[in-house]
């Protein structure tokens, strides 16, 4: 079974340009999250996904950040401008189930380095 | 804001010794997982133990939980230099829009 995948694996950007990550989460998993992981720390969640549907997206900066799921499937996470503060690893998770209350399974990280 | 707390932020043993890992937190949960993360990679799950479970094992991993004390504790028996890794606990609290909340986590450093 094919894990969660998602590109770029590593990206640098100069502050104030735009940037996109994509996640293809396990198929067949309903729920999809963005998180946010700096250095030292744990992952904190920045939006939850139950197909195309955010369901918790309290914890998204909106006014540079955003997400879509189109058809329930591929998600795209999008920063606009990007900020020096930005930089961090962007992860992405899904699970079989619409709860917290299943195991979630990353993907390896988008590394963005915004200089 | 990271409501679990791991103890201590790093350790460092011989392949071989056991290593025990403790996790705090603050409110009510309805379960807490562990999960590992290599060196640049995503993290991998571990193990979840319910609020109504005690203890739980896999493999060489066990995992103790004292919701009165609101904490959680991890060990890894007969490590190995693979276990090499940064572990975090991670609550799930309770109601309709709970979400996975991460500790800072601890650096495990298993010397061969």
């Known amino acids: 079974e094919a894990g969660v995948v998602q590109s770029p694996r590593y990206k640098i950007i100069e502050k104030k340009q735009p940037v996109a990550f994509w996640c293809n989460p396990i198929?067949?998993?309903?729920?999809l999250y963005w998180y946010l992981q700096n250095l030292g720390q744990g992952p904190e969640l920045l939006i939850r996904y139950e197909n195309e549907e955010a369901v918790d997206d309290s914890q998204l900066p909106k006014d540079r950040f955003s997400a879509e799921r189109l058809k329930g499937v591929d998600s795209t996470l999008k920063i606009q401008p990007a900020e020096l503060g930005d930089s961090a690893v962007y992860l992405c998770?899904?699970?079989?189930?619409?709860?917290?209350?299943?195991?979630?399974?990353f993907g390896p990280g988008t590394r963005l380095t915004v200089t | 804001s990271q409501q679990g707390e791991e103890d201590p932020q790093a350790l460092s043993i011989q392949e071989g010794e056991n290593a025990t890992m403790n996790c705090s937190y603050k409110t009510s949960i309805n379960n807490l997982q562990w999960y590992r993360q290599n060196s640049g990679r995503g993290l991998v799950h571990l193990i979840l133990?319910?609020?109504?479970?005690r203890e739980k094992h896999s493999g060489r991993l066990r995992v103790t939980l004292d919701t009165s004390k609101k904490s959680s504790s991890l060990l890894i028996t007969a490590s190995r230099a693979a276990d090499t890794a940064s572990y975090f606990c991670?609550?799930?609290?309770?109601?309709?829009?709970?979400?996975?909340?991460f500790g800072k986590g601890i650096t495990l450093s298993v010397r061969p």
């Open positions: 198929s067949g998993h309903n729920t």
């Open positions: 133990i319910r609020s109504n479970e």
């Open positions: 991670a609550t799930d609290g309770i109601g309709a829009n709970s979400k996975l909340t």
């Open positions: 998770a899904s699970s079989p189930r619409g709860t917290d209350s299943y195991e979630q399974y």
